[in-house]
């Protein structure tokens, strides 16, 4: 089955900007329905950010509406996660999910198949 391999964490001052970036190991995988997800130390996975590649609809939690922007690129088989005006509470680690949820988008994370290991962000 895919693989997701997240890259681009790191340690960024509030205010700053980060960009994730998810690849399947297939290459010719599609992402129907991707989404990024975070846990920070202590606290339950909650979702971040939403995509439906076929009709191109994305959600995103309150949190970071406004702030976060999900895409995806199908031909490279890649999932990104644009991070601005990044903030203390956006600490955690991120992963990248991707499934065929009967309804997508989606945050429920049970509705996603395949999980990435993860990538840190720290803002401080």
């Known amino acids: 089955h895919v693989q997701l391999v997240e890259s681009g964490g790191g340690s960024v001052q509030a205010g700053g900007s980060l960009r994730l970036s998810c690849k399947a190991s297939?290459?010719?995988?599609?992402?129907?329905?991707a989404g990024w997800f975070r846990q920070a130390p202590g606290k339950e996975r909650e979702g971040v950010a939403a995509?439906?590649?076929?009709?191109?609809?994305?959600f995103y939690a309150d949190s970071v509406k406004g702030r976060f922007t999900i895409s995806v690129d199908n031909a490279a088989n890649m999932l990104y996660l644009e991070m601005n005006t990044l903030k203390p509470e956006d600490t955690a680690m991120y992963y990248c999910?991707?499934?065929?949820?009967?309804?997508?988008?989606?945050?429920?994370?049970?509705?996603?198949?395949?999980w990435g290991q993860g990538t840190q962000v720290t803002v401080s």
């Open positions: 297939e290459s010719r995988f599609t992402f129907y329905c």
């Open positions: 999910a991707t499934g065929r949820p009967p309804v997508c988008p989606t945050l429920r994370s049970a509705q996603f198949n395949y």
């Open positions: 995509a439906a590649t076929e009709d191109r609809n994305t």
